[in-house]
Each structure stands twice: as structure tokens, then as C-alpha cells.
């Protein structure tokens, strides 16, 4: 298959700008716990364009990879092929949670547990006839303190695809199934889902705050930069519309009990 790459650089030379296009292996599931997917669409990131220019901090970070290159891009859409025992297990639960808002899906899972799903030889075509999906591809340790406190976007050991393994710029990619988003056909277009690590970024950043009452100010209105302008719009008025409701509880109550 074809895929974007970039050569790992080395200490004491000079890392070349610019991107390779090639062949590659087609990669295979090796790991029971990872997904492979198809790519329908890729989002260029400003990483990606920093590892096109051999930005010096993609290349201290890059260092360490132990492969001769690493196919970028971080950023994508598409179908599910192939899975592991493991990460069937994992679909088969997100299925089951998305069943009781879906009739379809209710239907394909009947009475089945989770065992009984991931062993149905139709749970990837099901997948891939009724699903787009796109993952989170910081590949966190789940051990250090960070990711045991629920702080897994500051893990220490993180491993993020497209930069220190294989990407998305590319026709197949494997990723952890734990790291998969769902998508029903048609819920988002594909070039949206494309993005979703930067809608990702936009809305952990806007509620980080509060920011009912505040008066925000967004610098820069990149792709990120407008998305937090309209995630941060958003908050302002699902928040200011529950503290309105609130507020008319607590003065309908208090006037019945006086």
C-alpha cells in the first residue's frame, strides 16, 4: 500500500525537509486488542506540517523512534476490517451501549451478551456496513500516576500514532479498539469525522473553565481557534439556560414555602 513518511532522524544529522511517498507493508492484527482500519479521509495537523519541515522539536521527539521511518498524519476517518479477540469484546460493548437509542442495532444484538456478539462472524461487516469511526491516537501507558487519576492526555509514556508509530496517511492503520470512536453512517460527514482530534482539543480547553457570565477571549481563529469559539458559545448558553431554570425552581419553591 501506498503512505506519507517520514525517515527517523538521527542525532548528529541533518533531518531532511520534506515528506517520502512509497509502498509499505500492508499491516496485520497482531495485538488481540487492536482494530484495523480502512482510511476514508485524513486532516492535515500543524504537527504533520512541523514534521514536513523537520521542525527541531518533532525531531528531539522523534529520536527515539526504533524504526528506519514512521508513516505521519494523526488525523482520519473510516471503517473497521479486522479486529483482535480483544478489541472484539470492546466493540461489541460499544454496540451494545449505542443499541437502546437504535432499533437496527437492537435488532442485530437481540438478547446476545457481550461474549455471544464478539463471536458473531458478522460483527466486523456489521461494523463496517453501519459505521464510520475515528480514534484517539495518543496511545497512553495506563499505569503511570497521570493516567491513573484520570489524566491520561498528560500520560508520560505516550505514544502517539503518525509520530512515533505508523499513522494515518495511508490506506490501512491499527489502533488500540479502546481508542475508537463510533459513528453511524451518516450521523457527521466523513471530512468532520477527519478532525475530530482537534474538536477534541477545542472542547477540553473551553471547559476547562467556567465560563458562564465570563467574557472570553479566543487568540487565534485557526480550525481549533473557531471551534472553541463555538464550543465556548455553546457552554455560555446551556449553562446560563440551567441557572435560569435553577433560579426559577428556587423562587417558586421559596415563595410555597413562606
Given at each position: 500500500?501506498?503512505?506519507?513518511?517520514?525517515?527517523?532522524?538521527?542525532?548528529?544529522?541533518?533531518?531532511?525537509?520534506?515528506?517520502?511517498l512509497t509502498e509499505v507493508p500492508i499491516p496485520q492484527i497482531t495485538d488481540p486488542r487492536?482494530?484495523?482500519?480502512?482510511?476514508?479521509?485524513?486532516?492535515?495537523?500543524?504537527?504533520d506540517v512541523g514534521i514536513y519541515n523537520s521542525k527541531q522539536s518533532l525531531k528531539d521527539e522523534m529520536l527515539s523512534n526504533t524504526t528506519?521511518?514512521?508513516?505521519?498524519?494523526?488525523?482520519?476517518?473510516?471503517?473497521?476490517?479486522?479486529?483482535?479477540?480483544?478489541?472484539?469484546?470492546?466493540?461489541?460493548?460499544?454496540?451494545?451501549?449505542?443499541?437502546?437509542?437504535?432499533?437496527?442495532?437492537?435488532?442485530?444484538?437481540?438478547?446476545?451478551n457481550t461474549d455471544e456478539l464478539a463471536g458473531d462472524p458478522d460483527l466486523i461487516k456489521f461494523l463496517n456496513?453501519?459505521?464510520?469511526v475515528s480514534a484517539e491516537m495518543h496511545i497512553t501507558c495506563g499505569k503511570c500516576y497521570q493516567c491513573r487519576i484520570g489524566q491520561k492526555h498528560v500520560c508520560?509514556?505516550?505514544?502517539?500514532?503518525?509520530?512515533?508509530?505508523?499513522?494515518?496517511?495511508?490506506?490501512?492503520?491499527?489502533?488500540?479498539?479502546?481508542?475508537?470512536?463510533?459513528?453511524?453512517?451518516?450521523?457527521?460527514?466523513?471530512?468532520?469525522?477527519?478532525f475530530m482530534d482537534a474538536i477534541g482539543n477545542a472542547v477540553h480547553t473551553a471547559q476547562s473553565v467556567?465560563?458562564?457570565g465570563?467574557?472570553?477571549?479566543?487568540?487565534?481563529?485557526?480550525?481549533?481557534?473557531?471551534?472553541?469559539?463555538?464550543?465556548?458559545?455553546n457552554e455560555r448558553c446551556i449553562k446560563n439556560f440551567r441557572y435560569r431554570r435553577i433560579k426559577t425552581w428556587n423562587q417558586?419553591?421559596?415563595?410555597?414555602n413562606c
Open positions: 500500500m501506498k503512505a506519507v513518511i517520514k525517515p527517523t532522524p538521527h542525532p548528529q544529522k541533518d533531518w531532511e525537509k520534506g515528506l517520502i487492536e482494530v484495523k482500519i480502512e482510511i476514508l479521509a485524513s486532516a492535515i495537523c500543524g504537527t528506519p521511518y514512521v508513516i505521519i498524519g494523526h488525523e482520519f476517518a473510516g471503517k473497521i476490517v479486522d479486529a483482535g479477540d480483544i478489541a472484539r469484546k470492546h466493540l461489541a460493548g460499544l454496540l451494545i451501549v449505542k443499541s437502546y437509542e437504535d432499533k437496527t442495532l437492537s435488532d442485530f444484538i437481540g438478547k446476545r456496513e453501519n459505521f464510520v508520560q509514556n505516550t505514544k502517539i500514532k503518525g509520530i512515533h508509530e505508523d499513522g494515518a496517511f495511508t490506506k490501512y492503520v491499527k489502533v488500540p479498539a479502546e481508542n475508537i470512536v463510533l459513528f453511524r453512517n451518516g450521523e457527521l460527514p466523513v471530512e468532520i469525522i477527519a467556567n465560563l458562564m465570563q467574557t472570553v477571549a479566543i487568540l487565534g481563529c485557526g480550525v481549533q481557534g473557531l471551534m472553541a469559539t463555538a464550543i465556548a458559545k417558586r419553591n421559596s415563595r410555597k
